[in-house]
């Protein structure tokens, strides 16, 4: 069983929709979360950062974690087609500043 | 130039070829990462330097040769590379992974590497 889950898509939506993506995880001592946005032919650039469980909104994008269920979330609203992208979970315990793990990366697409 | 550039952008190579990987960090960050992302599986996390000491090998062949001269450069030599070796490789750069709470890593665009 992979640590971290990540289902690859890809993800379809039309403009102003909003889009859920979701990672799931084994190891319970990961209390760091992360989602990391790759352009094509580009290195992931960090979109959020949230510790422990709870929720933490920037603009358009809300974070979710839920540690009883080992499950994290990343909402978009009123998605763009700039936001078309492969979306990264990435993770981490309090012990390993330096030791990330990734899922492999759910690809969206928004569509005019 | 500002964040983390990598040299070349791509890469072809035979296998008996030797070749070396660049990145530089802009960021005044002490710790620099080198990365392996292939298609359809999860960022791998191949060497670490912090303050220039290597403080992981994550069981990497010793065809790729890590060098870190100094806090802002980082550089991977590739000798005698299989195809399976194919990738994107990823540097990563991160102020200090001693502070476990507020550390965060920044990437650069990656060198998309091709073995024939």
């Known amino acids: 069983q992979k640590e971290v889950e990540q289902d690859p898509g890809p993800l379809s939506v039309p403009e102003g929709a909003i889009v859920s993506l979701n990672c799931t995880y084994s190891?319970?001592?990961?209390?760091?979360f992360m989602w990391y946005r790759q352009y094509s032919r580009k290195g992931p650039e960090l979109l959020m950062y949230?510790?422990?469980?709870g929720n933490k909104e920037d603009g358009r994008f809300t974070a979710q974690v839920d540690k009883s269920s080992k499950y994290i979330s990343l909402f978009i609203r009123d998605s763009q087609p700039s936001d078309s992208a492969t979306y990264l979970c990435?993770?981490?315990?309090?012990?390993?500043?330096?030791?990330?793990?990734f899922g492999t990366g759910t690809r969206l697409q928004v569509t005019l | 130039e500002t964040g983390v550039t990598q040299t070349p952008r791509h890469l072809v190579m035979g296998m008996t070829n030797k070749k070396s990987l660049k990145c530089e960090q802009h960021?005044?960050?002490?710790?620099m990462y080198w990365y392996k992302q292939s298609a359809k599986k999860p960022l791998e996390l191949m060497f670490v330097?912090?303050?220039?000491?290597?403080?992981e090998n994550n069981s990497v062949p010793s065809r790729f040769s890590p060098e870190c001269p100094n806090s802002s450069h980082l550089f991977l030599h590739l000798h005698t590379l299989q195809p399976e070796d194919s990738a994107l490789y990823l540097c990563?750069?991160?102020?200090?992974?001693?502070?476990?709470?507020?550390?965060?890593?920044?990437f650069g665009p990656g060198t998309r590497l091709t073995v024939l």
């Open positions: 330097y912090n303050f220039k000491e290597q403080t």
């Open positions: 949230t510790y422990s469980s």
């Open positions: 990563a750069s991160s102020q200090n992974p001693n502070s476990v709470s507020t550390d965060t890593q920044y």
């Open positions: 190891n319970s001592a990961f209390q760091y």
């Open positions: 990435a993770m981490r315990s309090t012990g390993t500043a330096s030791k990330l793990t």
């Open positions: 960021l005044g960050h002490n710790a």
